[in-house]
Nanobody, 114 residues
């Protein structure tokens, strides 16, 4: 089974940047849509960004203009570039591979201090 491993999280001051990576242990070339979700304490998991095979992207309103999702199917990796971070971006960020893999990563913590 393909495993997803996120990395790149950490502690950053408001206004800073982080780049999250999601490395798959196998090919993601067949996956139509790759996603990044996040879950803050006491809140439901929410969709942050999605990228369709071919490059079309979609973002939550709260991150539009600040976050950029990309995928490299040759490297089996998905990225989330996060700029102008805000304290409300603090959450565990999860990578998700849609059909046909239907896999979740274990998550990476992002903490933004004010």
């Amino acid at each position: 089974q393909v495993q997803l491993v996120e990395s790149g999280g950490g502690l950053v001051q408001a206004g800073g940047s982080l780049r999250l990576s999601c490395a798959a242990s196998g090919s993601i070339a067949s996956v139509i849509v790759m996603h990044w979700y996040r879950q803050a304490p006491g809140k439901q998991r929410e969709l942050v960004a999605a990228i369709i095979k071919g490059g079309a992207t979609n973002y939550a309103d709260s991150v539009k203009g600040r976050f950029t999702i990309s995928r490299d199917d040759r490297e089996n990796t998905v990225y989330l570039q996060m700029n102008s971070l805000k304290p409300e971006d603090t959450a565990v960020y999860y990578c998700n591979a849609g059909w046909p893999l239907d896999r979740w990563g274990q998550g990476t913590q992002v903490t933004v201090s004010s």
